[in-house]
């Protein structure tokens, strides 16, 4: 009889997250998530069934947990007419910070996409959602501000891409980085001031691991 787990599965998972955040997936070895959890290459492999599966259980933690929580005003039933420059603000300032996990490290989801685990089915999936959920929470923020039509659209693709374009750079180039924000802000800069009620969160696509088994 399997024993029962004997640790706090979510903080490991968090913890190999970060692992995985800082040097990604190809360069993070066994032996450097047993540090950074605390468990023996046996209890990973007892509970999460490979690397693979830590990781996969570990993006899922971050899509949850870091990304949702960044883009839950643009979500919401009801988006305001300033959650789009906040979110923006947001990533200014986490861009800029030198103590940032996001300065250092960027975004654990499009650094994968430029690596080779991105050829993986699941991963590559999930990097299909994340594009589309951020797309879809650009563009509810961009519909806030009273953009509608093809200068939506536009506006839309032209946010999404610099925000995807930060991310990729900042890892190098922070400066650089928070100026691909500070244009997307520009483009944002003549805007009516009103609130408009857009559709349900429901309606936003999931990136719904929950029914996942990450020990195979």
């Given amino acids: 009889m399997a024993r029962a787990q ?15 955040w800082e040097t990604g997936y190809e360069a993070t070895s066994v032996p450097a998530l047993e540090r950074a959890t605390g468990l023996s290459r046996s209890s990973i492999y007892n509970s999460f069934g490979s ?9 899922a933690s971050y899509v949850c947990d870091i990304i ?17 420059a906040n979110y923006l603000d947001g990533l200014a300032e986490a861009f800029s910070g030198q103590d940032s996990i996001a300065a250092a490290n960027g975004c654990l989801l499009l650094n994968a ?6 050829r993986d089915t699941v991963m590559a999936q999930v990097l299909v959602d994340y594009r589309s959920e951020l797309h ?20 839309t693709d032209a946010v999404t891409g610099l925000v995807v374009a930060g991310f990729i750079t900042v890892r190098i180039d922070a400066n ?41």
Avoid at 68 to 84: G, S
Avoid at 136 to 152: C, N
């Fill in 176 to 216: 650089g980085a928070v100026s691909m924000i500070e244009a997307a802000q520009h483009l944002l800069a003549e805007r009516p001031r009103e609130a408009v009620e857009l559709g349900p969160r429901d309606e936003l696509p999931r990136l719904d691991y929950s029914d996942q088994d990450f020990s195979n």
């Fill in 68 to 84: 949702r929580t960044r883009l839950a005003p643009l979500q919401r039933k009801i988006v305001t007419d300033n959650a789009l």
């Fill in 6 to 20: 004997e640790f706090d599965r979510e903080a490991v998972i968090a913890a190999a997250r970060t692992q995985f």
């Fill in 51 to 59: 690397k693979k599966g830590l990781f996969d259980a570990a993006v």
């Fill in 136 to 155: 879809e929470a650009m563009s509810r923020g961009v519909q806030a501000y009273g953009f509608r039509g093809k200068q939506a659209l536009l506006l």
């Fill in 113 to 118: 996409a430029s690596a080779p685990i991105a």
